[in-house]
């Protein structure tokens, strides 16, 4: 099984809850790192314009590139729920290592804090949460309802298969685990 995420673009409005949500439920301190972060897309010319956002992750890929890159193997991906996760007591840090996971990842999903040492820390999709029976706390918090997560296979089912939308690149290499409902840019047309 694939854990994954839904993201419905044509619902997202921007307004940061899922970020601030994860942040409050981990204590992730305020700065340079954030496990969720909202991407602002604008096209066009007055007075055809169009404007999205996209929430984002780590997207949990099948194939994810930070994990092969990580030197001291810190990095790994789990076969029971295909979760990337990482062991942060191994990780060498942003002092020592070069952040080569950080630099691997087309998504930018591995975050490091400004301080010296900073271990890699990202989204786990709330590993703990599914134990409980519960969502991660982004999709829970989106007063939008534009996140979902679960199995690939049960969001496919649901929401069908599109891979890409404005402002996201589908890197094939990776697969990252992820399905999308756009928002069509009609003002565009």
């Given at each position: 099984?694939?854990?994954?995420?839904?993201?419905?673009?044509?619902?997202?409005?921007?307004?940061?809850?899922?970020?601030?949500?994860?942040?409050?439920?981990?204590?992730?301190?305020?700065?340079?790192?954030?496990?969720?972060?909202?991407?602002?897309?604008?096209?066009?010319?007055?007075?055809?314009?169009?404007?999205?956002?996209?929430?984002?992750?780590?997207?949990?890929?099948?194939?994810?590139?930070?994990?092969?890159?990580?030197?001291?193997?810190?990095?790994?991906?789990?076969?029971?729920?295909?979760?990337?996760?990482?062991?942060?007591?191994?990780?060498?840090?942003?002092?020592?290592?070069?952040?080569?996971?950080?630099?691997?990842?087309?998504?930018?999903?591995?975050?490091?804090?400004?301080?010296?040492?900073?271990?890699?820390?990202?989204?786990?999709?709330?590993?703990?949460?599914?134990?409980?029976?519960?969502?991660?706390?982004?999709?829970?918090?989106?007063p939008m309802r534009a996140l979902d997560a679960g199995?690939?296979?049960?969001?496919?089912?649901?929401?069908?298969?599109?891979?890409?939308?404005?402002g996201f690149i589908y890197v094939g290499e990776n697969?990252?685990?992820?399905?999308?409902?756009?928002?069509?840019?009609?003002?565009?047309?």
């Amino acid at each position: 099984m694939q854990l994954g995420f839904y993201i419905d673009q044509s619902r997202c409005s921007g307004c940061y809850t899922c970020v601030v949500a994860c942040k409050d439920w981990y204590d992730v301190a305020a700065g340079s790192a954030s496990w969720r972060w909202v991407l602002t897309i604008e096209k066009g010319k007055y007075p055809k314009i169009f404007v999205a956002f996209l929430s984002l992750s780590c997207l949990h890929c099948a194939n994810p590139t930070c994990v092969s890159s990580c030197p001291v193997n810190a990095i790994s991906k789990r076969e029971e729920d295909g979760i990337v996760v990482v062991d942060q007591d191994v990780c060498l840090g942003n002092a020592e290592c070069g952040m080569f996971c950080k630099d691997a990842c087309p998504y930018s999903a591995p975050q490091f804090g400004a301080e010296d040492g900073a271990k890699m820390q990202k989204c786990h999709l709330c590993i703990g949460r599914w134990s409980e029976g519960k969502k991660p706390i982004c999709v829970e918090s989106c007063p939008m309802r534009a996140l979902d997560a679960g199995p690939l296979d049960e969001l496919q089912a649901k929401y069908g298969n599109i891979k890409g939308v404005e402002g996201f690149i589908y890197v094939g290499e990776n697969k990252p685990s992820i399905i999308f409902k756009a928002r069509e840019p009609e003002l565009l047309r």
